[in-house]
């Protein structure tokens, strides 16, 4: 069965600040996207991978990097974490083709002080 | 710009009830249209999907129905279970993209 994993699973960060938030998949995919949810905005993109050592930017890339340094592994970084970045993050994999699943990791709850 | 759409916000029915969940586009290149269920605490995960080449997919209790000229579909929940009480998003990708872009979430709330 797809397993995606995030961690950590919850985080308390001040203003500021730096977070990095980690996700592993088993899947064997080559797609990996990083999304917020806010309640009234369903998810949204952040940033997402199709190749090891590659990221690109989604819809809503500002003030956070990524960083994919394996096919297994995508992390999200917020160098200066802000107020406005507190959220539940979600990492999911896919193949990236066709009619694809996305699987998702089960979020990372970010408060941000 | 919201590309795809989703009312109500919240929906309560009783169980036993269908309950009916909207979902609109604007995006005429949209053509695989999935459904995610999410339970509180996890993340999403796929519940049903239709393409725009079919106007109707069943699985088990969950249907939908797709109106491509009106671009609208909607998610129909038979005989709804208190364990189906979830959010629930509308996704659409158009053809050659691998960008799933989601709607703002239906919660459906079944009452026993």
């Known amino acids: 069965e797809a397993a995606v994993t995030q961690s950590p699973r919850s985080k308390v960060a001040v203003t500021g600040g730096k977070v990095t938030l980690s996700c592993h998949q088993t899947?064997?995919?080559?797609?990996m996207y990083w999304y917020r949810q806010d309640t009234g905005h369903g998810l949204r993109l952040i940033h997402y991978s199709y190749v090891a050592d590659s990221t690109e930017k989604g819809d809503i890339p500002d003030g956070y990097k990524a960083s994919r340094p394996s096919q297994e592994n995508f992390s999200l970084i917020l160098e200066l974490a802000s107020l406005s970045q507190t959220a539940v993050y979600f990492c999911a994999s896919s193949d990236g083709w066709g009619q694809d699943t996305q699987y998702f990791g089960p979020g990372t709850r970010l408060l941000v002080l | 710009q919201q590309q795809v759409r989703q009312s109500p916000q919240s929906l309560t029915v009783w169980e036993g009830e269908t309950a009916i969940l909207n979902c609109s586009y604007e995006n005429s290149a949209f053509d695989y249209f999935p459904w995610y269920q999410q339970f509180p605490g996890e993340g999403p995960a796929l519940l049903i999907s239709?393409?725009?080449?079919?106007d109707k997919k069943e699985d088990g209790r969950f249907t939908i129905f797709f109106n491509k000229r009106e671009k609208k579909l909607s998610l129909h929940i038979a005989d709804s279970q208190p364990g189906d009480s979830a959010t629930y998003f509308c996704a659409a990708r158009s053809s050659g993209s691998w960008q799933l872009i989601f709607g703002s979430g239906t919660q459906l709330t079944v009452m026993p």
């Open positions: 239709i393409l725009s080449v079919s």
């Open positions: 899947n064997n995919h080559d797609y």
